[in-house]
């Protein structure tokens, strides 16, 4: 009798889980496939097959090693600026600046990476590493003190500083720190040392490798130590945070300047892996597809990993798709778009599909019984 | 006779769920014309859910409504508007810098071409508010005056749009003993002119005083119909709670020792320098309740802010003789003091974190929670095993969320984590708001149990029985400042009110 219990009592455990794993994984799964049934769509509008279209992008994502070798690099950045938004959301802070605080990241990097001569790889790649990082915080500091001290939304203020970010490393790379070699007019700074250079494991980027340890780190951050818990209540309540006892605004800094400590670990990462220096126009696009990975990802550090190797495999098989079956590569803008739409919108998703939300009635509930 | 035999609403088995939850079942009611119709029950009980189905912001999964014997369906608030039914929120929909008339005619405006015609609309709501003896301004602005009669214009505003059945929802919550008496009159102008009541409270006197018939509801039924003539307080006391209660708390005499609170010229403003407590000074001695009298908004919540470091504030407090910094909750959390929030879920909890978490939330920097920085979910989980049995909280588990627990339960978990600490001080602010019978008995018995063993406690509530149960000394506040400070043996309900309403004990 008390096995049959105690059994019986563990398959309710595990439904319990998978329904809660389906209340969670359950929208972005459905987002991802309608995105494409869409796209699917529009493909065959455009009289394209989309059978052929979508196998070609798989196999230029998976086909070869050195295919998937690509993806896992497209997908290097991506995490970072998707774990740089997810970490920021977590203390309920919207950093649409992640573009900006990358491209200052990759910027450092280089710089530390093409002007600090003498250094073996053990210090120089780290060096140019958490240079780049460095970079990126600071510059993340700046909208997390204006909310503070000013009130000024982080959203408003992200916003406006990726221009400023980007005007200012242009002006670096076409001025100061321009690339004066023989035959050179594009802004570019000059390329890194080899000693600055992070490597690739047979086709595995060493830079994959660190960006899934630092995805670990981060959740390991949030979950597991105080600071992470101090985070976690300002961002779901700071009244309750403020009556703890928690440090609010310094808790805001904080997560802000940890937040671009991220992004600016991507553009690192980015410039020291592939890139080879920093060059205007190379980084464009990774710090706004850290918004769509961290949502797809569900603003969770370890969900931001399979979206972003989504993104990275369609960015790195869309060359194919248009090589071999004749589609402009930025369907794949458009599908990874409807995905975002999907995502935000999780309603239309789960009204299609009719997934009750736990949480659907007791909103009305709550927002109408405190009143205030 | 006829028409005044069929019933203004009518209720027939009506069923409505929520994810886990059987919030109404088979609930069957109905309302007389004329009658005021108290339905009495417990929080959770599912009062406030038929009421919302009844005024169209739910809909029933079953059951169906008959207005005047005939069957109607309400899709929206504005179909149960369309059908005459009017509804006072607990917590007033009115903008406070719009005059009486324009919140009036909010939704519902008076135009003549493309502008308002506010003229018209003030000469109406004059005539209707003389037509059922309601005394208000038309052109003083909502923020002026007092909530008594804030609470009328809601009352007027369902008149204006023809409501025939006015649903009231724990009306007398934010009143004084005297506005309350002032509202049932109102009721019974109102009732007198055929308008039917239904009535929700908790509040069993005033069930007693008002109600022409009443109905019990409990976890989510119906569990029986009578009228106050044929029961006492206790009778609905335990027809709310499904067993006996004891609804006076036993306590024995205070012994009072040291002063363990010493606050000396308390001032307390707001952001444009306005001040909501105005020179207090007040001291709390081990062992005694000292609990502070006002109707909600004369400067107490302010007060055990400023206390408890949530708000910057002037003067001098001293907690066991060390002098308390404001703006700093963490200080009394290490020193001694104790703090159950007014609001629960605004600062009391964290509701979509565990109960696990809750119960650290204060101290889960310390030992043996967490050490250098990490936590030790071990010692936060065992923490709650011991805190929910102790405290009885009912929760399946530590790992649910508070947010899914009952009001009483989520207080008894904010409770189980202050007092659980080592104290001195305990600050209660509306320790019992919105609670369940069996949960204030509950936690009425905590805070008596803590003065006994040495706590100062500082008890504030808008709720005289409560304050007159568990004080031994009452202070009174009215517009920011202590009008009186009496034994509790000294004060009676009429005394309280008066002074509540800012009369000084000597012109009394």
């Given amino acids: ?372 | 006779m006829a028409e005044n035999e069929t019933l203004a609403l009518e209720i027939r088995h009506v069923t409505k769920r929520f994810p886990g939850v059987l919030a109404n079942d088979d609930v069957n009611f109905d309302l007389r014309r004329g009658e005021i119709h108290a339905l009495l029950g417990e929080n959770g009980a599912g009062k406030t859910t038929l009421m919302n189905i009844v005024y169209g912001l739910y809909s029933p999964d079953e059951g169906e409504f008959l207005i005047n014997g005939k069957k109607v369906e309400i899709k929206g608030p504005h179909d149960a508007i369309n059908y005459g039914i009017g509804m006072v929120h607990q917590h007033f929909m009115l903008v406070p810098v719009f005059t009486v008339t324009e919140n009036m005619i909010l939704g519902s405006e008076v135009t003549s071409g493309p502008s308002l015609d506010l003229n018209r609309a003030r000469r109406e709501i004059i005539e209707l508010s003389e037509a059922h003896g309601l005394d208000v301004d038309p052109d003083a602005l909502v923020e002026d005056i007092p909530v008594g009669v804030q609470q009328r214009v809601e009352i007027l505003k369902a008149l204006y749009r023809k409501a025939r059945v006015l649903v009231l929802d724990e009306p007398t919550a934010v009143l004084t003993p005297q506005e309350a008496e002032d509202l049932f009159q109102v009721m019974h102008q109102l009732t007198d002119k055929g308008v039917s009541i239904i009535f929700i409270t908790h509040k069993l006197k005033e069930v007693l005083n008002v109600a022409d018939r009443i109905t019990v509801m409990r976890r989510g039924r119906v569990v029986g119909h009578t009228t106050p003539k044929e029961s006492t307080q206790s009778d609905l006391a335990s027809m709310m709670v499904g067993r006996d209660v004891i609804l006076q708390v036993e306590k024995g005499a205070a012994k009072p020792r040291n002063v363990v609170l010493e606050i000396a010229g308390l001032t307390v403003e707001d952001e444009r320098s306005i001040a909501s407590v105005k020179d207090v000074s007040l001291q709390v001695r081990s062992g005694e309740v000292l609990g502070i009298a006002g109707v909600q908004g004369n400067g107490q919540t302010e007060l055990v802010e400023a206390l408890t470091g949530l708000r910057a504030a002037r003067g001098e407090v001293q907690l066991d003789g060390q002098k308390l910094p404001f703006e700093n909750p963490r200080f009394g959390t290490e020193h001694g003091l104790a703090h159950i929030p007014e609001d629960r879920h605004k600062h009391g909890l964290v509701l979509p974190y565990s109960l696990a978490d809750n119960l650290v939330l204060c101290t889960y920097y310390q030992k043996p929670f967490a050490s250098n920085l990490q936590r030790n979910d071990r010692a936060v989980d065992r923490n709650a095993v011991e805190l929910i049995e102790r405290f009885d909280v009912r929760s399946p588990s530590q790992y649910v969320t508070a947010g899914t627990l009952s009001g009483g339960n989520q207080q008894k978990v904010i409770v189980a984590r202050e007092l659980s600490r080592p104290i001195s001080l305990l600050v209660a602010n509306q320790p019992t708001r919105g609670l369940d019978v069996g949960s204030i008995e509950y936690i009425h018995n905590e805070i008596i149990s803590m003065r006994d063993l040495g706590v100062a406690v500082l008890l504030v509530s808008a709720e005289l029985d409560e304050i007159m149960a568990l004080s031994d000394r009452i202070a009174v506040m009215y517009r920011g400042e202590i009008v009186t400070v009496v034994d509790a043996g000294q004060a009676t309900r009429e005394k309280l009110g008066l002074w509540m309403a800012g009369l000084h004990p000597g012109n009394a």
């Fill in chain 1, 1 to 372: 009798m008390e096995d049959k219990k105690s059994s019986h009592l563990i398959v309710r455990r595990i439904l319990a889980w998978l329904a809660g794993l389906w209340q969670s994984l359950g929208v972005p799964l459905l987002a991802v496939l309608l995105a494409l049934l869409i796209g699917a769509i529009i493909l065959q509008i455009s009289g394209a097959s989309p059978v052929d279209a979508y196998s070609a992008l798989f196999k230029g994502a998976f086909g070869s090693s050195k295919n998937l070798g690509r993806t896992l690099e497209k997908a290097t950045p991506l995490i970072f600026s998707g774990l740089a938004v997810a970490f920021a959301f977590k203390a309920g802070l919207f950093n649409i600046g992640a573009q900006g605080q990358l491209l200052f990241g990759a910027l450092a990097s280089a710089f530390i990476g093409f002007a600090v001569k003498g250094l073996p790889p053990y210090i120089h790649i780290p060096l140019a590493l958490f240079g780049g990082a460095a970079a990126g915080a600071l510059y993340a500091a700046i909208p997390g003190a204006l909310k503070t001290y000013t009130g000024a939304h982080e959203v408003i203020t992200t916003i406006m500083l990726n221009y400023i970010a980007i005007n200012i490393t242009d002006y670096f790379a076409d001025g100061p720190l321009k690339d004066t070699s023989p035959g050179n007019i594009v802004a570019r700074t000059p390329a890194i040392l080899d000693s600055a250079k992070i490597p690739s494991i047979q086709s595995i980027p060493i830079g994959f490798v660190l960006a899934i340890l630092i995805a670990v780190g981060v959740w390991w951050l949030l979950w597991r130590t105080t600071i992470g818990f101090e985070i976690r209540t300002v961002g779901l309540n700071p009244s309750a945070a403020r009556y703890a006892g928690m440090r609010v605004a310094f808790t805001v800094i904080l997560t802000m300047v940890l937040s671009g400590f991220l992004a600016g670990m991507g553009g690192a990462i980015e410039t020291q892996g592939v890139v080879g220096r920093y060059q205007p126009g190379f980084n464009t696009g990774l710090g706004f597809d850290g918004i769509t990975i961290a949502l797809l990802g569900k603003t969770h550090p370890l969900g931001v990993i399979p979206a972003a190797l989504l993104v990275g495999a369609m960015k790195a098989g869309a060359s194919q798709m248009q090589f071999s079956a004749g589609v402009a590569k930025e369907i794949t803008d458009v599908i990874q778009a409807l995905m975002l739409f999907f995502v935000a919108a999780d309603m239309i998703v789960r009204w299609i599909f009719r997934i009750r939300s736990a949480s659907e009635e007791k909103v009305i509930l709550s927002g109408w019984a405190q009143g205030k």
